[in-house]
């Protein structure tokens, strides 16, 4: 069955550092996969799509690489902030069109 | 603002009560999501909606009901439930369902059930 791993460990950084977030896939070949954001108490908030045949999306301090041999696709935030802390989401479409599966999520921490 | 509302925020219920929980979207899409998130699981999609049809059931028990009168409203009507459905409600809207539309996420209604 399909499956979408995230680390489960909730990753601490300082501020100002890149953080990196990883976000594995199997058992499908998506043609797209998007990151959310998700504050405590919140629903999730969008924040980048990217196809199958892009490398590299960026926007802003934002950036994320997709790359469909090793099923995988990292999600970076260059100069991290205080206000950066909170659960990162993958997702991507699995079966019919309609059905984006998610992943469980890894919680970032930004400390001054 | 998310431009998608979920009400109530909060409900608690015991298991033989009926209660319904309200989603309005003001963003003029076509397609709504009931989703379930639990603790330490990913989010579980429930039902999809496209031009008011539904077109996914994700093997839900049927003690959740949805319905869907317009491309505004969805309701997620509640009964006879059991402790293991206390969770988080998410409803979402996008433009339809295609993969390249982003979902726009309510914040949800924490359920109890007692």
């Known amino acids: 069955s399909q499956k979408i791993e995230q680390n489960s460990e909730a990753l601490n950084i300082q501020e100002g550092k890149t953080a990196t977030l990883t976000c594995n896939y199997t058992?499908?070949?998506?043609?797209?996969l998007q990151w959310y954001r998700q504050d405590p108490g919140r629903g999730p908030v969008f924040l980048l799509l990217?196809?199958?045949?892009?490398k590299e999306k960026r926007k802003e301090r934002l950036k994320v690489t997709f790359d469909t041999t090793l099923k995988q696709s990292l999600f970076h935030i260059t100069a991290s902030q205080p206000a950066d802390s909170a659960t990162y989401l993958c997702?991507?479409?699995?079966?019919?069109?309609?059905?984006?599966?998610f992943g469980t999520g890894t919680r970032l921490q930004v400390t001054l | 603002e998310t431009g998608v509302t979920q009400t109530p925020r909060h409900l608690v219920m015991g298991m033989t009560n009926k209660k319904s929980l309200k989603c309005e979207q003001h963003?003029?899409?076509?397609?709504m999501y009931w989703y379930k998130q639990s603790a330490k699981k990913p989010l579980e999609l429930m039902f999809v909606?496209?031009?008011?049809?539904?077109?996914e059931n994700n093997s839900v028990p049927s003690r959740f009901s949805p319905e869907c009168p317009n491309s505004s409203h969805l309701f997620l009507h509640l009964h006879t439930l059991q402790p293991e459905d206390s969770a988080l409600y998410l409803c979402?809207?996008?433009?339809?369902?295609?993969?390249?539309?982003?979902?726009?996420f309510g914040d949800g209604t924490r359920l109890s059930i007692l």
């Open positions: 997702a991507l479409f699995t079966g019919t069109a309609s059905k984006l599966t």
């Open positions: 990217i196809r199958e045949n892009e």
């Open positions: 058992n499908y070949s998506p043609a797209y």
């Open positions: 963003l003029g899409h076509n397609a």
């Open positions: 979402a809207s996008s433009q339809d369902t295609g993969q390249l539309q982003p979902q726009h």
């Open positions: 909606y496209n031009f008011k049809e539904q077109t």
